[in-house]
């Protein structure tokens, strides 16, 4: 009996992860960070809590131009996927890089920079909220 291909087809549009969440931009984006490779993923979820965004990813390449691609592929999907074109900060150096796709705010790190702000205790808001996607 063959297998089941259980990759999804790409038709040129994001394809939701299956994230246990119910907000669409969050499974895009979190779809983007897994086919990245992106590594230590965590969500924060920030409703009621902040009126800056309803959820908070922070993530980790493995270099400056990891980071880069990582934050420009992820871009790319969500316009595909009708979200608009996100803003993208630090791109430059790529040590850290914000993309704010409005109800998501992604944040990625190069490892140490990410160590060194540890914005996950930050934001954390000390409940334990703060959990690997």
Do not use: C
């Amino acid at each position: 009996m063959p297998q089941a291909h259980l990759q999804p087809v790409r038709t040129g549009t994001a394809t939701p992860v299956m994230t246990g969440t119910d907000d669409p931009l969050l499974a895009i984006v979190l779809q983007s960070l897994d086919d990245d490779q992106a590594q230590d993923v965590v969500t924060i979820d920030l409703e009621g809590k902040s009126s800056i965004a309803d959820h908070m990813v922070i993530a980790s390449g493995r270099s400056s131009r990891q980071v880069a691609a990582i934050a420009q592929k992820l871009a790319e999907r969500l316009k595909h996927a009708g979200h608009g074109n996100p803003r993208i900060e630090g791109l430059p150096a790529a040590d850290w890089v914000l993309v704010d796709a409005g109800g998501v705010v992604v944040h990625l790190f190069r490892p140490e920079v990410r160590t060194f702000y540890n914005l996950e205790r930050m934001w954390g808001f000390g409940e334990g909220n703060a959990g690997a996607a």
